[in-house]
């Protein structure tokens, strides 16, 4: 029997901060790779219409992750992510905000925070971000921009894609 999972939605104005919980019933392997390697990450980052295309992704301490969310109508939205903090499979730590399609930040909202947290536990893996903002206005002009609609939408793909993937895997043949 399925878990039932987790979401979980706090904004803390006080605080500037975004707290999303998310649990998928995979193992840590694959949700850690869905959210590090291009050619998983690609296929849920991005809201339907919208489709993700990423650039390059260099994920390391130091390296960076370039892409764009574009729509139906062919606009794009350029963004980049800044990794800090690396550490397999447990956690990770950068920045992000918008930027042109060179990669020079834009002041469309100012950078974002982020620490994403991963743990395991009987085949349920868990992961916590905490998206840090520079000032509340930046955290209310995120909001308005429908982040929590759309970031659910995306993590709602993402499930359905572990979903998938799981019937792809190759089963043990047990015939005698």
């Keep these: 029997m399925n878990k ?9 104005k006080e605080d500037r901060t975004i707290t999303v919980e998310r649990a998928f019933n995979a193992p840590l392997d694959a949700v850690w790779a ?3 390697e291009a050619d998983i990450l690609c296929k849920w980052w991005a809201p339907k219409p919208y489709v993700c295309v990423i650039q390059s992704l260099d994920f ?7 892409y764009y969310m574009e729509g139906p109508q062919g606009d794009r939205h350029h963004c980049f992510f800044d990794y800090e ?4 499979k447990t956690y990770y730590m950068g920045h ?15 950078s974002t925070k982020w620490e994403n947290r991963f743990s395991e536990e009987e085949g349920i893996t868990v992961v916590r971000m905490l998206l840090t903002y520079e000032s509340e206005l930046a955290l209310e002009k995120t909001i308005e921009m429908g982040f929590k609609e759309g970031f ?3 993590l709602e793909q993402l499930e359905e894609l572990l979903a998938a993937s799981k019937h ?3 089963r043990p043949n047990h015939n005698p």
Excluded: H
């Design 34 to 36: 869905a959210f590090t």
């Design 96 to 110: 992000d905000g918008f930027c042109d399609e060179r990669g020079n930040a834009t002041d469309m909202i100012p």
């Design 85 to 88: 903090t690396v550490r397999p």
């Design 152 to 154: 659910t939408m995306g």
């Design 60 to 66: 390391r301490e130091g390296g960076r992750w370039l």
């Design 4 to 12: 039932p999972a987790l979401f979980n939605f706090y904004v803390r």
């Design 168 to 170: 792809d895997r190759p």
